[in-house]
């Protein structure tokens, strides 16, 4: 995020430019993904009285995901690369993470608001 990551937007020549560009896009998804998902923690650690149904189903997700990445075996860290093709699985992987909860989310709320009218019968 600070511009100093690898390049992912090659499509850029200047760059100074790519640079602000992938800083903006970085932030972007990492803000939409990361909010909600904090507001949950800190609902599971009980600093917030409400919980964040995003937050939760983010969490439901990311969880699996991470153990999987985690079960990959480790190169040392002065052979590691992040180079164009993992930028863009893990932007991939944040951005399925972001429109698969809204998803759950708007599934969810369709089948509560379901529920509810019947109840109103």
């Not at 937007?9 to 560009?21: D, F, G, S, V, Y």
């Not at 800190?42 to 983010?58: F, V």
Request: some cysteine; aromatic content about 14%; proline content about 5%.
């Amino acid at each position: 995020m600070d511009g100093q990551g690898p390049d992912f937007m090659p499509w850029i020549a200047n760059k100074t430019e790519r640079q602000l560009k992938q800083k903006e896009f970085a932030t972007d998804i990492l803000y939409r993904v990361g909010q909600p998902w904090s507001e949950h923690m800190a609902y599971t650690m009980g600093a917030l009285n409400k919980d964040n149904d995003y937050g939760r189903i983010l969490m439901s997700i990311g969880r699996p995901l991470c153990k999987f990445f985690g079960a990959i075996p480790r190169m040392p860290r002065k052979y590691r690369k992040h180079g164009f093709f993992t930028s863009w699985t893990i932007l991939s992987l944040l951005y399925f993470s972001y429109y698969a909860g809204k998803g759950i989310l708007k599934l969810k709320n369709l089948s509560n608001n379901k529920e509810t009218s019947k109840c109103k019968i």
